[in-house]
């Protein structure tokens, strides 16, 4: 784990408050957008639910690039990975329904949050971060009930407008608790 203090502990809080603003903001308009789109498939949603893994995607890339004493550089790669495979799955599977969908981003919501975890774990002694690990935790969880729900008739994309909202909360409240780390030094 890499230890972050002084100076270099408050640009990266700094740093990371802002990409977490900045994912709070597309992730409440991604899912008013995909919540109007409606409950299956259609040109609108695809584009959508293919556009929010390849904007963590670039959320990794700049995490990357902007914590640079405080990343644990290994889980942000999978990271990248899995939202890549997954920006992949989804427009190859779109076209056979919402149950498809909904197991791909299930599969995409166990590991990221995973990932997501260990990320937030060690970065703990940064600030700001038990957000972000119940966020990991609860995306975890999240994932295995859209995996459940694509084997029901209820089967609806809609409910990843909401997992995408609260999502967004938790960045949001990292942002605000991480506020007090780039103040400081």
């Given at each position: 784990?890499?230890?972050?203090?002084?100076?270099?502990?408050?640009r990266?809080?700094?740093?990371?408050?802002?990409?977490?603003?900045?994912?709070?903001?597309?992730?409440?308009?991604?899912?008013?957008?995909?919540?109007?789109?409606?409950?299956?498939?259609?040109?609108?949603?695809?584009?959508?639910?293919?556009?929010?893994?390849?904007?963590?995607?670039?959320?990794?890339?700049?995490?990357?690039?902007?914590?640079?004493?405080?990343?644990?550089?290994?889980?942000?790669?999978?990271?990248?990975?899995?939202?890549?495979?997954?920006?992949?799955?989804?427009?190859?599977?779109?076209?056979?329904?919402?149950s498809?969908?909904?197991?791909?981003?299930?599969?995409?919501?166990?590991?990221?949050?995973?990932?997501?975890?260990?990320?937030?774990?060690?970065?703990?002694?940064?600030?700001?971060?038990?957000?972000?690990?119940?966020?990991?935790?609860?995306?975890?969880?999240?994932?295995t009930?859209?995996?459940?729900?694509?084997?029901?008739?209820?089967?609806?994309?809609?409910?990843?407008?909401?997992?995408?909202?609260?999502?967004?909360?938790?960045?949001?409240?990292?942002?605000?608790?991480?506020?007090?780390?780039?103040?400081?030094?």
């Amino acid at each position: 784990m890499t230890t972050v203090t002084g100076t270099n502990a408050s640009r990266t809080a700094a740093a990371l408050r802002n990409l977490y603003v900045v994912r709070f903001g597309f992730a409440l308009v991604w899912a008013a957008l995909l919540f109007l789109a409606g409950p299956v498939p259609g040109p609108a949603s695809v584009a959508l639910l293919v556009i929010y893994p390849l904007f963590d995607v670039a959320a990794a890339i700049t995490d990357l690039r902007v914590s640079r004493t405080a990343r644990p550089a290994a889980a942000l790669y999978v990271n990248l990975a899995l939202s890549l495979l997954t920006a992949i799955g989804l427009a190859t599977t779109a076209a056979s329904g919402a149950s498809a969908v909904l197991r791909v981003w299930g599969a995409w919501a166990i590991t990221a949050g995973i990932a997501q975890l260990v990320v937030a774990v060690s970065r703990r002694r940064l600030g700001g971060q038990w957000a972000m690990i119940l966020s990991g935790a609860i995306s975890a969880i999240a994932g295995t009930a859209f995996i459940l729900q694509a084997g029901t008739p209820a089967a609806s994309l809609t409910s990843l407008a909401g997992y995408a909202t609260i999502g967004g909360v938790f960045f949001l409240v990292s942002a605000l608790r991480l506020h007090r780390t780039a103040k400081s030094s």
